[in-house]
């Protein structure tokens, strides 16, 4: 089971900004798509971070309201753990637990490809272990 096969089932659309976007305009993305997590890019597509929820509300607590007019290249995750379409669900699992956070941009050739959701990976891993279940009770029923 890898990211290619979450990505195949729920797809590659990603919702991505460039780092002068306000903080404002960001939170404004993310309420109306119902998303946590969006990708900084460059113009050239490439990964230059990552502003998750968690970050809009670090940045709130520590400046307030004024932090809503200021890019989010001042207030994204710039150190972006990110995957490829080949890593296993397992492997996934243990960057996000590691780094605990939720979202993982997908770069293929050095560009944003796509983004798996810790939501993703569960609902993928759940669909696994059922389909094991059903195999072993169809095996046990047969034998």
């Not at 490439?46 to 400046?63: C, H, M, P």
Request: with cysteine; proline share 3%; hydrophobic share 40%.
């Amino acid at each position: 089971m890898t990211v290619k096969l979450i990505l195949e089932r729920k797809g590659y659309d990603v919702f991505s900004t460039p780092p002068e976007t306000t903080l404002g305009d960001a939170i404004t993305i993310l309420a109306k798509h119902k998303i946590g997590a969006i990708v900084v890019c460059d113009r050239n597509n490439a990964i230059k971070g990552i502003l998750s929820e968690r970050d809009v509300v670090r940045q709130i607590a520590a400046q307030g309201a004024d932090a809503l007019w200021k890019p989010i290249s001042e207030s994204m995750t710039m150190k972006v753990k990110v995957c490829s379409e080949n890593h296993t669900i397992n492997q996934v699992m243990e960057i996000m637990t590691q780094g605990r956070f939720r979202h993982l941009p997908v770069e293929k050739d050095g560009h944003l490809h796509g983004i798996v959701s810790i939501g993703d990976v569960v609902k993928l891993r759940i669909e696994e272990v059922e389909r094991e279940s059903e195999e072993i009770r169809s095996y046990i029923a047969t034998a």
